[in-house]
Every structure is written in C-alpha cells, then in structure tokens.
C-alpha cells in the first residue's frame, strides 16, 4: 500500500535582509534548541527534517552555490541561495549546465571558507561587496 505525503520539512530561520533586523535573529540558545527539536522529529517520524541555515555545520558548511542547492529566481537568474538574491547567469539566456559554471557559482565553489556562517545567518549577505566584486567584474 502506498501512503503520500510530505517526507521532507525545512525549517527556515529568519536572515535579516535590511539593516536594524538583527534583533529577530535566532540566539544561539535558540539554534541549539531548534536542533535538538529537528533531531528529535527525524528519530520520530519518517521523514526529513533540516533548519536551515542552522544544521550547515553538519553539512560542511553553507550548502550554496551548487555544494547543495542553486535557487532560481521568478526571472530566471541562478543565484547561489533564496535568501542571496546574487547572480551572473539567467537560465532564459544559458543553459542550467553552463549557468552552474558560471564565475560567481565556480569562485563560491573554490573558496568554501566564504561561505562560513555568520553572525544573523547569511555568509553571502555579510559578504555582499565580495560577491559583487566577482559578478560586476
């Protein structure tokens, strides 16, 4: 007998996209706790359950630029994460295999430590000026 339904649940903490936003950030305290909720749901049920970005850490790290995931966008950019709105190839002018090669995907690729968590969540965003300097070159 086949059961549908949903096998795979994210939980997405919040990135703060403006300045002044810092304050709704999960503490650590917070993150832990998440954790060891999601831990307990997946001992629980028979599904996956991923807090997002909190459980990088057992991932190796941000899972942007293609080490995970790509987000593309309503208007077709490739960008390296949903909440990194950052993008140097659009699926309506390459194809997906050469949008994946593209330089700030590629250079994100090669230097992981950029993509080191930070403070409020976001490497990318915390990092803007460097993504900018690879796409605007």
């Known amino acids: 007998m ?7 649940f994210t939980f997405v903490e919040y990135v703060p996209m403006a ?5 709704l950030v ?4 917070q993150k832990k706790t998440l954790q060891a909720v999601l831990a307990e749901f997946n001992r629980k049920f028979p599904a996956l359950f991923i807090g997002f970005p909190g459980d990088e850490d057992a991932y ?3 899972l942007a630029a293609g080490r995970g995931f790509v987000h593309v966008s ?3 950019d490739l960008e390296p994460c949903p909440e990194a709105p950052f993008s140097d190839a659009n699926l309506t002018e390459v194809p997906l295999k050469e949008a994946l090669r593209s330089r700030l995907l590629a250079r994100l690729r090669q230097e992981p430590e950029i993509l080191t968590e930070s403070e409020g969540g976001c490497a990318l965003r915390a990092n803007r000026a460097w993504v900018q300097q690879i796409i605007f070159r």
């Open 19 to 23: 300045p002044g936003m810092e304050n």
């Open 74 to 76: 309503p208007y077709g």
């Open 60 to 62: 190796g790290g941000c």
């Open 26 to 29: 999960l503490t650590h305290g």
């Open 2 to 8: 086949l059961v549908s339904g949903a096998r795979i």
